[in-house]
């Protein structure tokens, strides 16, 4: 699979990790677009948001919930946005799920 995000999981490509267990890793953005801006993926391979199933439900909470423990160890207590783009309209470039987490600076709204 030539997959940007697996071959990170599979340690074929270097990331700046944050976080890592059996189901997600979690590393810095290469292009931070915040002070605090990192990913956290699974490493189950799924395409985008919308392929998730019933049976990937513990998962997409767990994704959530290492992202919020995260944001508020990296001093983000006084907000953060978690992103998860979908497919080409919404702004996918690198098709794994993923979800990005942007804290430590005013976010705007509505996003670009």
């Not at 940007?4 to 890592?20: M, S, T």
């Not at 801006?37 to 199933?53: A, E």
């Not at 309209?89 to 996003?111: A, D, E, F, N, S």
Request: aromatic share 8%; charged share 20%; with cysteine.
């Amino acid at each position: 699979m030539d997959c940007l995000f697996c071959k990170i999981v599979a340690g074929d490509i270097p990331a700046q990790k944050l976080y890592e267990d059996e189901h997600v890793v979690a590393f810095h953005d290469i292009a931070p677009q915040a002070p605090v801006h990192f990913l956290v993926i699974p490493k189950k391979h799924i395409r985008m948001l919308s392929d998730l199933t019933v049976e990937d439900t513990f998962l997409a909470g767990h994704i959530l919930y290492t992202a919020q423990r995260l944001a508020k160890e990296l001093g983000c207590d006084d907000g953060f946005r978690v992103v998860m783009n979908t497919n080409e309209i919404g702004g996918q470039t690198v098709y794994h799920i993923h979800m990005h987490v942007l804290g430590q600076r005013q976010l705007t709204w509505p996003p670009g």
